[in-house]
């Protein structure tokens, strides 16, 4: 191996000053300007002594070479000897060459300066604000939802962190979201995977942690990535949520994660939702009420008042929040029986518009017990299912069907989905079958004798992008909508959509219930963020074991036509081992945003149920 020579360890010393930036290359430049200025100092004193004319020493000749050097333009009033004016009209020269390096290095190192301020790569020193880790299309809806829910507090804040540029992410918040009030808006940009990139986010003083889902192939991985490196972080670990798109990842992720991390199963939960929509008729709008901050929300309290009566006691014990069920040291329980006793160690669950709303009443409700009506309950009896369209939850969703049903049941799959019908092993109450079927044709979709069917589950393909997919899915429903109207039929029409901007779009078709899963995955996690103690909540209303969400007839519970208070309507599901919670207008069931239901209304409220109108209750199937 050649010895290494003195040049070469000095150009190797040279390239690593060089590569040091900008600082370092002004510093060279500095040397290179110094040398510049003493050469033609001294050439000067040389070839011209005595000029410039008044010079009197090297000192001021000094101070004249350094006025060449830094502004050339100085030679055109020059005056001497040839000698004197080729020295000083090299010396500008010279100088002409350091002036505009200088400025090229100066403005290049401030465009870098101010390009790492624009993506943000300052630390941020906010302190109980909510971080976002990632980007997908349910950062709006939680952004939105959480800006709601600080509306009423002072100084907060929210961080996102995402591979993306910072204004970008800025300005599509904004311009998805609007104004966000009094909460402060931070982006970063960086990769949640990384612990240097974490560090930004301020992490140890955050109040709460959201980890989206990320758009494209595989993103559970993703998700699991951010949280082994929020997990392997130094210093105070915030409660974190997560959503996954898939329940097989749920095991590895919470492995990741620990126990500070509550996982949201979006397929799981969309499924339940889609399915409980179908069966019915309000439910997702019931859900959506429940999960954003704009109307009610869901507390909980210990009033001390409550201790050692009953639930159904309970029921009464607010005017303007509804109870719903327990939280126990065993556990969340909603609706649980009426005899159950309330203990000191319980919490009462209650829907109320407002923190300030949940206040005990002054005294016992008025109950009109001539308007109560005494109603049994009927047996279930088989029901057929129209499932069109399929995609990769379809399986967990014909699952979840059949756990609802009674035995010889029949579900249609109409779809030309390579994969439709199957991996349906198993099934208990489900008689499947499948057709071959393009959902979006009319004389297809006649061909099917919808009519023959109580319900029509319309799902979103997943061969096609989310756009073009809800184009096809509202295609379905402008066409089933046209049949029922023309052949007279009635069936519940629940679909499932992507984009919530088509909501709007969907309403003319008059779709029953209409799912968008990654708003309801982006509510529900802005909920937990908020309060991670809802999940257990959240959770019993979408498992199909236990109390659930049922709009059921009016007339099964006071007699239509005559005005009560919404009291004795709560009177009458307890007496029923239910839990009422609100009503729905048939006359407005096609008005955006509430489609005619009523959550939580006052106890003392005057209402006239018609035949067509709903109760709202919490009941066992």
């Known amino acids: ?33 110094v040398g510049l200025i003493a050469v ?8 011209a002594p005595g000029e410039p004319e008044g010079v009197g020493h090297a000192g001021e000749v000094l101070w004249i070479a350094l006025m060449h050097a830094l502004t050339p333009g100085k030679v055109a009033s020059d005056k001497g000897s040839i000698a004197y004016m080729a020295v000083m009209f090299t010396g500008s020269l010279g100088g002409l060459f350091i002036v505009s390096m200088l400025v090229g290095l ?7 300066k101010v390009d790492r301020l624009r993506r943000g790569r300052s630390r941020i020193v906010e302190s109980g604000h909510t971080v976002v880790l990632g980007w997908s299309d349910q950062v709006f809806t939680i952004v939105g939802e959480l800006a709601k829910a600080h509306a009423s507090q002072k100084h907060s804040a929210i961080a996102v962190l995402a591979e993306r540029d910072k204004l970008q992410m800025e300005e599509a918040i904004r311009e998805h979201v609007g104004d966000l009030g009094g909460t402060r808006l931070v982006c970063r940009t960086g990769r949640p995977t990384e612990p240097r990139d974490l560090a930004l986010m301020n992490l140890g003083r955050a109040r709460s942690v959201v980890v989206l889902s990320p758009e494209g192939e595989d993103p559970d991985a993703h998700v699991i990535k951010i949280l082994l490196a929020l997990a392997k972080r130094q210093g105070a670990h915030p409660p974190v949520v997560a959503a996954l798109a898939s329940s097989r990842n749920i095991a590895a992720a919470r492995l990741a994660g620990g126990r500070d991390v509550h996982l949201v199963d979006s397929d799981d939960t969309a499924s339940r939702l889609i399915v409980q929509s179908s069966r019915q008729s309000g439910m997702s709008v019931v859900c959506m009420d429940l999960l954003n901050f704009d109307g009610g929300e869901i507390y909980m309290r210990t009033p001390k008042k409550l201790v050692g009566v009953t639930y159904g006691e309970a029921l009464h014990a607010y005017q303007t929040a509804s109870v719903i069920g327990l939280r126990r040291p065993s556990g969340v329980v909603l609706n649980p029986p009426s005899g159950t006793v309330v203990n000191a160690d319980d919490e009462v669950i209650v829907i109320a518009h407002d923190d300030s709303h949940v206040r005990l009443a002054a005294g016992k409700p008025f109950l009109d017990e001539a308007a109560i009506v005494e109603a049994g309950s009927l047996a279930p009896e088989p029901e057929r299912t129209l499932l069109l369209n399929w995609n990769g939850r379809a399986e967990q ?8 049903v009674a035995r010889g049941s029949v579900l249609e799959v109409a779809a030309d989905h390579p994969k439709a019908g199957t991996g349906l092993a198993g099934l208990l109450n489900l008689t499947v079958n499948v057709k071959d079927c393009d959902t979006t044709d009319r004389f297809a979709l006649e061909s099917l004798g919808v009519g023959l ?21 509202l295609m379905t429903l402008l066409q089933l909508r046209d049949m029922q109207s023309k052949l007279g039929e009635h069936y519940s029409i629940v679909s499932e ?31 937990l963020a908020e309060n991670r103690h809802l999940a257990d909540v959240f959770g019993y209303l979408f498992d199909s074991r236990g109390s659930e969400i049922y709009p059921r007839p009016a007339a099964s519970y006071v007699k239509t036509g005559t005005k009560v208070t919404f009291s004795t309507v709560v009177e009458s599901a307890r007496r ?17 945003p509430h489609y005619g239901i009523v959550l939580n209304p006052s106890k003392s409220e005057p209402i006239v149920l018609g035949e067509r109108d709903s109760v709202i209750v919490l009941a066992e199937r």
């Open 453 to 473: 069917f109580q319900h029509v589950i319309v799902l979103s393909d997943d061969r096609f992008d989310p756009h073009h997919s809800d184009t096809r899915t």
């Open 576 to 592: 029923r081992g239910e839990t009422a919670i609100g009503y729905r207008s048939s006359a407005a069931r096609n008005d955006p």
């Open 1 to 33: 191996m050649s010895k290494i020579t003195v040049r070469e360890r000095a150009r190797y010393w040279f390239d690593n000053t060089m590569s040091k930036g900008t600082a370092s290359l002004i510093g060279w430049l500095a040397v290179v300007s």
């Open 40 to 47: 033609v100092t001294m050439l000067t004193l040389w070839l």
């Open 106 to 112: 100066l403005s290049n190192g401030l465009k870098q």
């Open 497 to 527: 959509m992507h984009d919530e901007n088509n909501r709007a779009l969907a309403e003319v078709t008059e779709a029953d219930d209409i799912v968008i899963s990654d708003t309801v995955i982006g509510l529900l996690l802005a909920q």
């Open 397 to 404: 969703i014909v699952r979840y069907l059949d756990g609802y």
